[in-house]
């Protein structure tokens, strides 16, 4: 997979948005909460690029 870096780069940064998001509703900053929930949908989108402009692999294609 040639987008292996950048995909568990994404993964990585959701994590933290993940755990910011958990702060925020400890907090109760709702406004805080819907944007990190934005970011976090547009890091999703991001990765799903990632992986549907990566090339088939055989395996992929044949799995067993």
Known sequence: ???RE???KKLD???SNLNKLNTFLH???RD???ETVDVIR???DQI???IETDPISGAE???R
């Open 1 to 3: 997979m040639r987008n």
């Open 6 to 8: 950048a995909i568990l």
């Open 13 to 15: 940064s959701i994590d």
């Open 32 to 34: 805080d909460c819907y």
């Open 27 to 29: 907090q109760g900053r």
């Open 61 to 63: 294609l044949n799995p």
């Open 42 to 44: 547009e890091q999703i």
């Open 48 to 50: 799903r690029t990632y």
